[in-house]
């Protein structure tokens, strides 16, 4: 055991030791043999009036013990006065905590000038003033601690709090620099975000939890912090309950929004910002120097982009921006999520010109029906979601000109039916890119997941007009290719006309391409009038086989090719041809009022029975709670675990999940017996803790969109049983916002 930590000799000041966590920081220190000065303005909690007796109890407790302290009654905007009562009963200062603090809590406009400026002189000019006024002696003995009092409220910020969270993430600024001032003097400075019972915490806590979080659980990482022999210096350190954890700055790679001769644009940063926001690989710059390291890589790293690729070297739509397709190849594309419930694939369903005239479509119209279900070419919704959000501009050697970028095949294949709720995830990589003379084609490649199951695979074969003639290949064997139809006449031949609104409706599955709406938009790219997405075309081609082969049955659908020929006009017919060849069907899609082959080359593939899954095997069902796919990636990591989370967390967690006010799913994770387990259902023996929550307070919490304590606090998380055993959850609950 190491030796137990003294502070014989040592002189303390701590200011607001009059009651709360100050009072058991001073009580701490003194029965650790330091001499303490126990400061208190004694007025209350909004810092209104003024008293000595909130010290003067302080003191006698101490001295009562046997330890040394003596009382000042300044307020802590008066620095130099409660520095000068250590010198003058002690002769030296060695530590200083500034803890002192009031509220003024008022929602942001309601603060008055006095809120302003009365929590900014106790707390940070306060903690300014004391600490300038100690600096000197310390300095001189070589040796000083000092501990800044932060706030969640200031890291995070919090309701009601503006004018407190400023000063409070002020003091850590302040502390940052005295860290680094203070360094060769053996100064260190640390700063601490407390959580405890107080009365300053009286009317936000419950009691129980007020009760639960002791300052006494506080003031032992104040005291190690400020022992001789503690190294730490410029930490932040969230302390409450018994729990203590370090923070520290995160910084994603960002990227470089900027080209040699060329202006920066907004747009540019637009194009950029998943990448400038994706904290794959952050990097956690601890000084100014590491902070700004970064900023001269960027400047030589701008400096050798390669200026030969200007315009002309390949035609105007292929930007001087950089088209360097050996580079591109392989890139991925940052993940992304499509979040959705039954409302998207309806929509979608709609947009492809589904209709309650046939009875047939009810069930993928109505989420109330039988059956209920997602059309199979729905998938490419959530694939095409990372190219919208502006992924493909993120990839090295693709700044291309993306007005100039048509639509030119497409290849779907499921690998289950898609669930009609839930988070679907989608891989994009750069397959290949192939050089065809007048243009450039972009093999996208697209694996879809839901949870740890790949769903579905896309490939998007996009052509740049303009971008060819770089001395690439033609073709690929990454390609999937079309197919001409049997030179017979067709097996089968289903119509539907388009509404003159159907682009206008189908856009809000997520391609806003003005280029389906905009007339003037349309026109500059030599259309009359918007046209029709090439993938509602599809979306029509392919529910025409999927009725007339499939009987509607979306476990038949394996996949699908097209090329886009031809654009088609909204109001147009679509006349679908089709050819069966074993389980292959043929199709070609003309527009009736032209005869313009508008999807060319294209086939539907079906299961035939033996691909099907056997009746023993796990079906597809869609999970109907969000939560429920969570639910299944703890039971992954609990058996990935082995019995390590058992051994880190032993206990029992009950979870009711509500939906519509009703518990709607009960699931247990018992980290306390065996080697771990995950079950649906209440717990089995008695559960530690139970929470009671809906789907979507589960969801943001998990997704850190909604912090714990206030979903407690507002009541819309019920927790019954051990609520300090709900930390440990963190274990298994973190970095679900990447599933
Ligand atoms: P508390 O109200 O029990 O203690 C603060 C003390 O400071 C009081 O005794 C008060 O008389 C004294 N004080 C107020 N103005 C003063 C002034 N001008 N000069 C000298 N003394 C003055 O509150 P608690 O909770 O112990 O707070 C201590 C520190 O911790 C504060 O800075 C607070 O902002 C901070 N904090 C507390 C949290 C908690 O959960 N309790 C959360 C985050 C920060």
């Known amino acids: 055991m190491s030796a137990p930590l003294r502070f014989d000799g040592r002189v303390v000041l701590v200011t607001g030791a009059g009651g709360g966590l100050g009072k058991a920081y001073a009580l701490a220190f003194a029965e650790r043999g330091a001499s303490v000065v126990v400061n208190d303005l004694g007025g209350d ?86 600490t300038r006024a100690a600096w000197n002696h310390m300095k001189n003995q070589n040796f000083g601690r000092i501990i800044m009092t ?75 912090l400020c022992h001789e022999s503690c190294q730490e210096n410029g930490g932040l350190f969230e302390v409450g309950a018994g729990w203590i954890g370090k923070l520290r700055w995160e910084r994603s790679l960002g990227a470089i929004v900027r080209q040699k001769n060329f202006p920066m644009t907004p747009e540019a940063v637009q194009n950029k910002w998943e990448k400038i926001c994706d904290f794959n690989d952050a990097n956690k710059p601890r000084t100014i120097q590491e902070s700004v390291s970064i900023l001269h890589d960027v400047l030589s790293q701008i400096e050798s982009q390669d200026v030969s690729l200007n315009p002309t070297s390949y035609s105007a739509s292929a930007s001087s921006l950089g088209f360097d397709p050996a580079k591109a190849i ?17 929509l979608y369903a709609l947009g492809v010109g589904m209709s309650t005239k046939d009875p047939d479509h009810q069930k993928f119209l109505f989420e109330g029906s039988e059956g209920f279900c997602c059309l199979p070419t729905f998938g490419v919704i959530p694939a095409q979601s990372s190219m919208f959000s502006g992924g493909l501009s993120s990839i090295p050697g693709l700044n291309i000109d993306f007005t100039k970028v048509l639509h030119g095949e497409q290849y779907l294949e499921l690998y289950k039916p898609l669930p009609t709720s839930g988070t679907l995830t989608s891989e994009t990589s750069i397959a290949d890119i192939l050089d065809k003379g007048s243009g450039a084609v972009i093999l996208l490649d697209v694996n879809t997941y839901s949870g ?42 289903l119509s539907d006309v388009t509404t003159v609104d159907q682009a206008a409706l189908y856009r809000l599955s997520g391609d806003w391409n003005p280029l ?95 691909d099907q899954p056997s009746a023993n095997e796990p079906s597809a069902e869609a999970p109907e709670l969000l939560s429920d796919l ?96 709900s930390q440990k959850l963190e274990t298994i609950l973190k970095d679900y916002a990447k599933l």
């Open 45 to 130: 909690f909004k810092g209104h009036g003024k008293s000595s007796s909130a010290a003067d109890k302080v003191v006698e407790e101490i001295r009562a013990k046997g330890g040394k302290a003596v009382a000042n009654y300044d307020s802590v905007e008066a620095g130099d006065k409660l520095v000068q009562t250590a010198l003058d009963a002690f002769g030296r200062i060695d530590i200083l905590i500034n803890n002192a603090g009031i509220l003024r809590d008022r929602s942001f406009t309601r603060i008055s000038d006095e809120d302003w400026d009365i929590i900014h002189k106790v707390h940070l000019k306060g903690s300014f003033l004391v």
């Open 150 to 224: 932060s706030s969640a409220a200031g890291i995070y910020g919090n309701f009601g709090q503006a004018n407190y969270s400023a000063a409070k993430l002020g003091l850590l600024g302040l502390a940052n620099t005295l860290s680094v001032e203070g360094r060769k003097y053996n100064i260190h400075c640390n700063t601490i975000a407390p959580t405890a019972g107080s009365r300053l915490t009286q009317t936000v806590m419950p009691q129980e939890m007020l009760d639960a979080f002791k300052p006494d659980y506080v003031a032992p990482l104040v005291l190690w």
């Open 330 to 346: 392989g890139q991925k594309l940052p993940s992304s999520a499509y979040d959705y419930t039954h409302l998207q694939p309806i």
């Open 452 to 493: 740890k199951d790949l769903v579905c695979y896309n490939q998007f074969s996009v052509f740049v007009v303009g971008a060819g003639g770089f001395g690439g290949r033609r073709s690929s064997e990454k390609a999937k290719v079309t197919l001409n139809p049997p030179k017979r006449p067709p097996d089968a031949v």
């Open 516 to 610: 389906h709406i905009e007339p003037g938009f349309a026109a500059l790219g030599g259309f009359q009038k918007p046209i029709l997405h090439g993938l509602c075309s599809f979306g029509f081609a392919a529910r025409h086989v999927l009725k007339h082969f499939a009987n509607n049955d979306v476990s038949k659908f394996k996949a699908i090719k097209v090329r886009f020929a031809k654009p088609v006009f909204p109001g147009q017919t679509l006349q679908t041809e089709m050819w069966k060849e074993g389980k292959r069907i043929h199709i070609q899609t003309k527009v009736k009022e032209t005869g313009e082959v508008a999807i060319a080359g294209a086939y539907v593939d079906l299961i035939s029975s033996s």
């Open 630 to 725: 969570v639910f299944e990636e703890i039971g992954r990591r609990i058996k990935e675990s082995g019995n390590e989370l058992v051994k880190k967390v032993k206990a029992v967690f009950q979870w009711n999940i509500t939906k519509d006010k009703m518990t709607a799913v009960q699931w247990t994770i018992d980290l306390k017996n065996g080697s771990g387990a995950l079950y649906r259902g209440p717990a089995r023996g008695k559960a530690d803790t139970t929470f009671t929550l809906s789907d979507e307070i589960f969801m943001d919490l998990v997704l850190g969109k909604i912090n714990p304590q206030k979903a407690f606090l507002s009541g819309k998380l019920k927790v019954k049983g051990n609520i300090m055993l």
